[in-house]
């Protein structure tokens, strides 16, 4: 089966419906703002972390946030509060080998990565990675 442009669909379906002109002109005017509504940012942000635990039946490390440099208007976590999460690499491709995890006490830079986006069957999610910056 050849290939159909969404908006070339919509016109064959209009045309065989035998649809107006202005129903046409929005059908095709929904297809653009959707692609445009689909653009998202990442929102970086690095976290000084005290760690307080590395979890051996979940595997994830909770600590206290020392110091953040938080834009305003972001979802990043606040001075005082506590988060858990997985250490990963630089490049936010995989998550460090346990042995490299820091320490109970250590305290530590993440670098905090988040994307609000829309998840092919959840809809609204949010995206996040922590990087351990040595």
Not at 110 to 127: F, V
Request: charged share 15%; glycine share 6%; net charge positive.
């Amino acid at each position: 089966m050849p290939q159909v442009l969404p908006g070339v669909f919509l016109l064959n379906v209009a045309a065989t419906m035998k649809c107006t002109s202005a129903l046409i002109a929005l059908l095709m005017l929904s297809v653009s703002t959707c692609a445009f509504a689909q653009k998202r940012h990442w929102v970086i942000c690095d976290l000084t972390v005290m760690v307080k635990s590395a979890q051996d039946t979940v595997p994830r490390v909770s600590g206290l946030v020392r110091s953040s440099n938080a834009p305003a208007g972001t979802e990043c976590p606040a001075p005082g509060a506590v988060i858990s999460f997985l250490p990963e690499t630089m490049d936010y491709q995989t998550v460090l080998p346990r042995k490299q995890w820091p320490g109970v006490g250590e305290v530590v830079t993440i670098r905090y990565r988040y994307l609000l986006g829309e998840c092919k069957y959840t809809g609204p999610c949010k995206i996040e990675h922590f990087s351990l910056m040595r």
